[in-house]
T-cell receptor, first 113, second 110 residues
Framework: DAGVTQSPTHLIKTRGQQVTLRCSPK?????VSWYQQALGQGPQFIFQ???????QRGNFPDRFSGHQFPNYSSELNVNALLLGDSALYLC????????????FGQGTRLTVV | AQRVTQPEKLLSVFKGAPVELKCNYS??????LFWYVQYSRQRLQLLLR??SRESIKGFTADLNKGETSFHLKKPFAQEEDSAMYYC????????????FGAGTRLTVKP
């Protein structure tokens, strides 16, 4: 099992563009969450997907949207990129149970210029 | 509102010394609390969770609901403990919806 895999590893976009980041969860996991980690900060919860629906959402504008596919993989889309969207984007997968361990990917480093 | 505060961004101790990484939280219900660790060039990984009351790599953490704290402790620090430590809270009981603190970088000097 390769664990949680994210692609691409690095990305440079221009302000105003749109970006799509991808995540494949750990085998057996049906829940995927996305986090944004700015430099020097802890990860910030963006949203969580289960059964192809957004279950919870953090304090992020609707420029941030996502999708989960029947195979549990997920995409994070960000529209109208701002310079402040530059960050490491982390995907984490888990089963949908209480007190469960979340397994994190290595992240996608997004730079907006 | 859910909030996690780690007051120390940097913490440095000598090998063999005790270490305590502080974490305070704000949440109106009964949260689940975790400590995650990130070693150099590795991905974020779970260290321990309060519900398990376990000791991992010599670390323990006790949930103090009165003080709303979940401090991480180890009696004798090792050089391999040097890493970034994040305290995290899950409010709705599904683990993978965490609010993280800003993290504490622990350096254990020889």
């Amino acid at each position: 099992d390769a664990g949680v895999t994210q692609s691409p590893t690095h990305l440079i976009k221009t302000r105003g563009q749109q970006v799509t980041l991808r995540c494949s969860p750990k085998s057996g996991h049906d829940t995927v969450s996305w986090y944004q980690q700015a430099l020097g900060q802890g990860p910030q919860f963006i949203f969580q997907y289960y059964e192809e629906e957004e279950r919870q959402r953090g304090n992020f504008p609707d420029r941030f949207s996502g999708h989960q596919f029947p195979n549990y993989s997920s995409e994070l889309n960000v529209n109208a990129l701002l310079l402040g969207d530059s960050a490491l984007y982390l995907c984490a997968s888990s089963p949908l149970t209480a007190n469960t361990e979340a397994f994190f990917g290595q992240g996608t480093r997004l730079t907006v210029v | 509102a859910q909030r996690v505060t780690q007051p120390e961004k940097l913490l440095s101790v000598f090998k063999g010394a005790p270490v305590e990484l502080k974490c305070n939280y704000s949440y109106s219900g009964s949260p689940e609390l975790f400590w995650y660790v990130q070693y150099s060039r590795q991905r974020l990984q779970l260290l321990l969770r309060h519900i398990s009351r376990e000791s991992i790599k010599g670390f323990t953490a006790d949930l103090n609901k009165g003080e709303t704290s979940f401090h991480l402790k180890k009696p004798f620090a090792q050089e391999e403990d040097s890493a970034m430590y994040y305290c995290a809270l899950s409010g709705l009981g599904y683990g993978n919806d965490m609010r993280f603190g800003a993290g504490t970088r622990l350096t254990v000097k020889p």
